[in-house]
């Protein structure tokens, strides 16, 4: 059974850069999109983006200034970077798995942005 | 890009159905069949109910049923129980070749 475990640091100060990895358990990078998504706290979730085992993204467009999205296939892992953070960064962070949708999680971290 | 539009609430009593519906654009939820529904309780991750607008993964109880006309999906959830209190997100592709999600709707049984 497929399992992801993400990690990364919890708080930042503004303008600092956001770190995170997705590690990838009992299956393969292959044929599937990876993905981040993020939810501020009392708030919806909000789509970051995604790579494909190529190396392949896509980005929100309200993010992709600040987004970058790596993956490793031979650690199969995949990582998040969100530059120049701001409070409105502060949120739990979710990697996850998409075939027709997202269909495995990570637990979440959050990541909180204070001065 | 814009979040699909959900109601801020549904509510209903056990063993009634409700609908929550999800109403996007010709760009996203009516240009593709790739509309999908999570169910959150506090503090958990989501889990995905429903896939390609009416598909339901293996393990998730056929009470959740889904379905589109137009621009708008829609989520039933029939039989209401306790246990289905939660919030629901829907989720499109869209024709950037991006992903967007919908408002939320917190399910309320009373």
């Known amino acids: 059974q497929v399992q992801l475990q993400q990690w990364g640091a919890g708080l930042l100060k503004p303008s600092e850069t956001l770190s995170l990895t997705c590690a990838v358990y009992?299956?393969?990078?292959?044929?599937?999109?990876w993905s981040w998504i993020r939810q501020p706290p009392g708030k919806g979730l909000e789509w970051i983006g995604e790579?494909?085992?190529?190396?392949?993204?896509n980005y929100n467009p309200s993010l992709k200034s600040r987004v970058t999205i790596s993956i490793d296939t031979s650690k199969n892992l995949f990582s998040l970077k969100l530059s120049s953070v701001t409070a409105a960064d502060t949120a739990v962070y979710y990697c996850a798995r998409a075939s027709e949708a997202f269909d495995i999680w990570g637990q979440g971290t959050m990541v909180t942005v204070s001065s | 890009q814009s979040a699909l539009t959900q109601p801020a609430s549904v509510s209903g009593s056990p063993g009634q159905s409700i609908t929550i519906s999800c109403t996007g654009t010709?760009?996203?939820?009516?240009?593709?069949?790739?509309v999908s529904w999570y169910q959150q309780h506090p503090g958990n991750a989501p889990k995905l109910m429903i896939y390609d607008v009416s598909d339901r993964p293996s393990g998730v109880s056929n009470r959740f049923s889904g379905s589109k006309s137009g621009n708008t999906a829609s989520l039933t959830i029939s039989g209401l129980q306790a246990e289905d209190e939660a919030d629901y997100y829907c989720s499109s592709y869209t024709s950037s070749s991006t992903l967007v999600f919908g408002s939320g709707t917190k399910v309320t049984v009373l």
């Open positions: 790579i494909d085992h190529s190396g392949s993204t």
């Open positions: 010709s760009s996203d939820v009516g240009g593709y069949n790739y």
């Open positions: 009992g299956g393969s990078l292959s044929g599937y999109y």
